[in-house]
Every structure is written in C-alpha cells, then in structure tokens.
C-alpha cells in the first residue's frame, strides 16, 4: 500500500502559476505510475496528466497541454505538478493518484486532495 499527501495548492491570479507535490510513503514508489486529476464543485473527477514509473513517459489532458507540466523525482519519492498560465477554469481540488499498472491504467491509490483557485 502506498500512502499520498499532497501540498502546494493556494490562492493565485489567472495568469499565475502554482507547484503541487504528492509525497508518497509505503511500497516502493517508482513501481507505479503517478497522475494527477482534478475536480471541480458540481463537476466529476477527470483526468490532469500522468506519468510513467521512470519518468520518460507523459500524458496531458488537453485541456491543461502546454500549460501543465508533470515530473517525479523518484529518490524523493514524490510527483510535481507545474502549472503555469493558470485560468479561473482550472479551479478545483487537485489529487495525485497511484497505478499499480502504466499511466493510462486505472488509479488505486489517492490522495486526500489539495485546493487549487484561481481568481480573475
């Protein structure tokens, strides 16, 4: 079992930019694959971006392509979520999940989930 706390969320003006962390703790984190999904108030979980155990492959929504960036620092055990540009749209509670398969496979494990908004 792999346990995730993410951190970084906040306050920022469109336009801004934000950096979320999952930090990870439990089984061995670089054998999963890492994503990142959002909800929104009224709106249903969707998919952000995922990355590979190893880091070499990603994946956008494309909704965030361009303006989001996903990394992981294995020796760290945590996943970075780089947002940049960010849009009043972009509003919701981010979550970092874990695969026990490969990026696009279903997610097992979540974290509680950090507040992102952004304010026009």
């Known amino acids: 079992q792999v346990q995730l706390v993410e951190s970084g969320g906040g306050l920022v003006q469109a336009g801004g930019s934000l950096r979320l962390s999952c930090a990870a703790s439990g089984r061995t984190f670089s054998s999963y694959a890492m994503g990142w999904f959002r909800q929104a108030p009224g709106k249903e979980r969707e998919f952000v971006a995922g990355?590979?155990?190893?880091?070499?492959?990603?994946y956008y929504a494309d909704s965030v392509k361009g303006r989001f960036t996903i990394s992981r620092d294995n020796d760290k055990n945590t996943v970075y979520l780089k947002m940049n540009s960010l849009k009043p749209e972009d509003t919701a509670v981010y979550y970092c999940?874990?695969?026990?398969?490969?990026?696009?496979?279903?997610?097992?494990?979540w974290g509680q989930g950090t507040q992102v908004t952004v304010s026009f």
């Open positions: 999940a874990a695969s026990e398969g490969d990026l696009y496979s279903a997610y097992e494990h």
């Open positions: 990355i590979s155990w190893n880091g070499r492959n990603t």
